[in-house]
């Protein structure tokens, strides 16, 4: 995705901003912000072990074709155990050109989707 | 995330959406591909281990190409402050199949969503399932639409709602029948445990052809006395029997998805139950 069609996806984000979300409460995306990055991320799992063996989650790895974990806006760990799986960082993905065809084509850029748009996400800095 | 062309990959991809840090907004965006033939299962687990407002509003755009199947679950445990806008597109190509199950087991502040399906291809299918639990002060509104698009397409949507307290869901449903010979099917059923909660139900159907099949059931209600009584008199406890019968409501069909997987999702949901 060139610079142009991104200036294009930030100019459409930043004028759904202003309208109220068509369904649910609205929320006030100023009051949140993108977190920096904790000291340890190895600390944070270890405490919400449980918390994630209750979502399905196993930090093991085991019985599973890949992991993709992220914490906040970071990806902090990516594998991949099976052949014909690929599992990469957006960005990069973006970056090789692999996913042009796909990046905002089944989610319209509209006031629904207002929140996201005001983080980093519209650059496809996290996620899979 | 891809799953190159042909590949069965039978075994499920554990994916994690983790907040860690309060007044923070996690935006993330994911792109499944599911190349032609392939079949990919994805387990999502999103939740917070923070007890201060936040916000997750993540973005994921779904691609399944012919003959293609995606598996996609997703688990909620989210906090009374945390307030969770997923927005959701799908594109199934002819003969593809996107099944998806989610469960929200713990309140949340608010939860919108409305997950877009739209089957392109001749003979797509897709499958929506939702357990919702939504109690304290929880505002819940959480909805399911597929456009079938391309002929002999067919859709179901069921969603199961528990509310308590002084919870308010609303379940939304639309099928948009565009094509010939095209099939679809809303199931909408709410429980209310508490007089202060709220269920409202939407199920919408939206026929633009004449020769397709379209229909809904829907019914919300509270527990049925009878059936507590009768539970009693077997030597279970009040609390057993109501537990017993929420769990009994929240059961749905849990369809062509691994044994790991469909024993996590019954996990998921006997925890939901459980906290009831």
Redo the contacts between chains.
């Keep these: 995705m060139n610079e142009a069609e991104l200036e294009e996806l930030r100019r459409r984000a930043e004028g759904a901003l202003s309208k109220p979300a068509r369904y649910g409460p609205d929320v006030d995306v100023t009051q949140f912000s993108v977190p920096p990055s904790p000291a340890s991320y190895e600390e944070i799992l270890r405490a919400s072990s449980h918390l994630l063996a209750s979502v399905g989650v196993d930090l093991s790895g085991r019985g599973s074709a890949g992991t993709y974990l992220q914490v906040d806006e970071e990806a902090v760990e990516i594998e991949v155990r099976t052949s014909g799986l690929r599992v990469l960082n957006l960005q990069q993905a973006l970056e090789e050109g692999i996913v042009d065809d796909y990046f905002w084509r089944a989610v319209p850029v509209t006031p629904t989707s207002t929140p996201r748009l005001r983080s980093s996400s519209v650059e496809g800095r996290a996620t899979w | ?4 062309k ?4 039978e ?11 309060p ?11 599911v190349e032609e033939g ?1 079949e ?1 299962h994805v ?1 999502t ?3 917070t ?1 923070m007890e201060r ?3 997750h ?7 399944v190409k012919r003959g293609g199947k995606l598996t996609y ?1 997703m ?3 989210w906090d009374e402050q945390t ?1 969770v ?1 997923p ?5 199934v190509e002819e003969g593809g199949q996107y099944i998806s199950h989610y469960v929200n ?1 713990t309140p949340t502040a ?3 969503t ?1 997950p ?1 399906v ?1 089957l392109v291809g001749r003979g797509a299918r897709a499958h929506l399932s939702s357990v919702i639990v939504a109690k304290g002060d929880s ?1 819940m ?1 959480v ?1 399911g639409t597929v456009y079938l698009r391309a002929p002999d397409t067919s859709a179901e949507i069921v969603s199961r709602a528990v509310t308590k307290d002084r919870a308010e869901m ?1 379940a ?1 449903s639309l099928i948009s029948a565009e094509a010939p010979g095209v099939r679809g099917h809303i199931e909408c059923d709410g429980l209310l445990l508490s007089d202060r909660s709220r269920i409202l139900t939407l199920p919408a159907l939206d026929a633009r052809h004449s020769d397709v099949q379209l229909s809904h059931e829907a019914a919300v209600g509270k527990l049925s006395e009878d059936q507590i009584f009768y539970l009693m008199s077997r030597g279970f406890s009040e609390d057993e029997a109501t537990s017993m019968l929420v769990r009994g409501f929240m059961e749905v069909k849990l369809e062509g998805i691994p044994d ?1 997987l469909r024993r ?2 019954e ?2 949901i006997s ?1 939901a139950a459980a906290g009831l």
């Design positions: 995330m891809i799953a190159e042909g590949a069965k990959i075994t499920p991809v554990q994916t994690c959406l983790l907040m860690s840090a007044g923070a907004i996690q935006a993330p965006h994911n792109i499944v591909i392939a990919l387990v687990g999103c939740l281990m407002a936040g916000l509003a993540g973005v994921s755009e779904f691609y679950t688990i909620h445990a307030h806008r927005r959701t597109g799908v594109v087991m608010s939860l919108q409305d877009k739209w505002v509104d909805g609303i939304r790991e996590q999702i996990m998921a925890m």
